[in-house]
């Protein structure tokens, strides 16, 4: 079964961390650039960070030097390590992998951080 599954998220205070995580299952990982989205309430969803297979990646400005963005070939597992955590970092945060070899990229069903003390 190809499924992206989340996990990590909760309720942290700012200044905080949590790390997410994706474990996939049912695709050949390497195959994939694997990226973090996040959607706020009332607002579009948005790129946060992505890695590709060769661990080079990219990141939105707005959380540049405070996520890290990773992934584990041998575990079939991509992580998000979110440092520094604002109010405005509150959202649901979606794992995504995307392929040449597939049509459409798959999402998880999403896990939501909120940022608040």
């Known amino acids: 079964q190809v499924q992206l599954v989340e996990s990590g998220g909760g309720l942290v205070q700012p200044g905080g961390s949590l790390r997410l995580s994706c474990a996939a299952s049912?695709?050949?990982?390497?195959?994939?650039?694997m990226a973090w989205y996040r959607q706020a309430p009332g607002k579009q969803r948005e790129l946060v960070a992505r890695v590709i297979s060769d661990g080079r990646t990219n990141y939105a400005d707005s959380v540049k030097g405070r996520f890290t963005i990773s992934r584990d070939n041998a575990k079939n597992t991509a992580y998000l390590q979110m440092n520094s955590l604002k109010p405005e970092d509150t959202a649901v945060y979606y794992c995504?992998?995307?392929?040449?070899?597939?049509?459409?990229?798959?999402w998880g069903q999403g896990t939501q951080v909120t940022v608040s003390s």
């Open positions: 995504n992998a995307d392929s040449p070899y597939r049509l459409g990229p798959l």
């Open positions: 049912g695709i050949i990982f390497s195959d994939y650039r």
